[in-house]
């Protein structure tokens, strides 16, 4: 399956954003998808991931201000982003897998797939 995220941009303080993360070239509905991002110099870090079933995981640092849904009949995984902060500045990427176990999800190298990165800056 390939992945294509969008929608970063350059935002100010408490601005939000929508990120989309829109699949081809399989089946989406059994497919695990999470975001993560990655500031320069950082390690790349999980934010969020909805499951085939629905169930939504956040990390503590984006619970409360970003929410992420899926659309099966589009193959489309949004991000919402609200109340940015500029510790949320980075590199977004989305990925996908259909193995995953639930205590691994926060693991980057445990998924098969991955989209090209779309950039948020805030700016404060």
């Known amino acids: 399956v390939q992945l294509q995220a969008s929608g970063g941009g350059s935002v100010q303080t408490g601005a939000s954003l929508r990120l989309s993360c829109v699949a081809s070239?399989?089946?989406?509905?059994?497919?695990?998808i999470a975001w993560f991002r990655q500031a320069p110099g950082k390690e790349r870090e999980p934010v969020s991931i909805?499951?085939?079933?629905?169930?939504?995981y956040y990390v503590d640092s984006v619970k409360g201000r970003f929410t992420i849904a899926r659309d099966n009949s589009k193959s489309t995984v949004t991000l919402q982003m609200n109340s940015l902060k500029p510790e949320d500045t980075a590199v977004y990427y989305c990925?996908?897998?259909?193995?995953?176990?639930?205590?691994?999800?926060?693991?980057?190298?445990?998924?098969?797939?991955w989209g090209r990165g779309t950039q948020v800056t805030v700016s404060s």
């Open positions: 990925a996908a897998d259909r193995s995953l176990i639930r205590t691994s999800w926060r693991g980057w190298r445990h998924y098969d797939y």
């Open positions: 070239g399989g089946t989406f509905r059994p497919y695990h």
């Open positions: 909805i499951w085939s079933d629905r169930t939504t």
